[in-house]
């Protein structure tokens, strides 16, 4: 059966290739980032996927941009079975010492990576709870494993994925009397522009495995810390 996809940072990297696995699929795709009609590769997805593919502009750091396009979705669309807060940064450089980290920083990383991932879910609750079958996905990262920090580095990135990590457990908590499956998944070291070219997977590599994870999911998975694979990772 075909499903319904919301995917936030949905213009390259992960978030690119996640769009064009689930539309390959037959699924119906709401694409969203900040600047949909500067995104080329999306465009031109647009024109192959006329019928499946929707594009909206989202900035996840405003509540009023969120909201406006949760009202615009919900004219013509019953209900999403899977989010994909996928939007996220990781501000330079990332090797800041505590002496040199920029706090400014720190609390637009926090905006982008912990709150707007909470506020979209927030938003499209009503459409999440309409699905037989809904699923949250937050993209995490490893760097957010306090079990297995062994480095100074990623202030920003890694305590604010660490923070992610947190919302999502409570919120598979608090939702699960909903039934809606909400998970963390790192997608591992990944070739996009926050991970840089030496990055052993492709970005298709890794949303293939995202994919194949996401489709696996069951009541159990809920609250859960996973690897690509859909491996268990230390918290």
Not at 17 to 44: G, M, W, Y
Not at 104 to 115: A, G, K, L, Y
Request: hydrophobic residues 40%; aromatic residues 6%; glycine residues 6%.
């Amino acid at each position: 059966m075909n499903q319904i996809i919301l995917i936030t940072g949905a213009n390259r990297g992960i978030g690119l290739a996640l769009t064009h696995i689930f539309l390959n699929q037959k699924d119906l795709v709401i694409a969203t980032c900040r600047h949909p009609e500067s995104a080329s590769a999306l465009c031109d997805l647009q024109s192959t996927y006329p019928s499946k593919l929707k594009l909206f502009a989202i900035d996840v750091t405003d509540d009023k941009s969120i909201s406006q396009v949760s009202q615009k979705i919900s004219t013509d669309i019953s209900h999403i079975d899977v989010l994909i807060n996928n939007a996220g940064i990781s501000p330079a450089p990332f090797d800041a010492s505590l002496e040199t980290l920029r706090f400014q920083s720190v609390r637009d990383t926090f905006e982008t990576n912990v709150i707007g991932p909470m506020c979209v879910t927030r938003t499209l609750l009503s459409l999440l709870k309409k699905s037989s079958s809904p699923k949250v996905i937050n993209i995490t990262s490893g760097l957010a494993s306090l079990a297995n920090k062994s480095n100074g580095l990623f202030y920003a990135y890694g305590i604010s994925k660490t923070a992610l990590n947190m919302a999502t457990r409570t919120m598979a908590i608090e939702f699960s009397k909903n039934k809606i499956i909400i998970v963390a998944i790192d997608p591992g070291w990944v070739q996009t522009d926050m991970g840089g070219p030496n990055a052993p997977l492709s970005s298709h590599e890794s949303a293939e495995k995202i994919f194949n994870t996401i489709q696996s999911l069951s009541s159990d998975s809920t609250g859960h810390f996973l690897y690509n694979d859909g491996t268990n990772l230390p918290w």
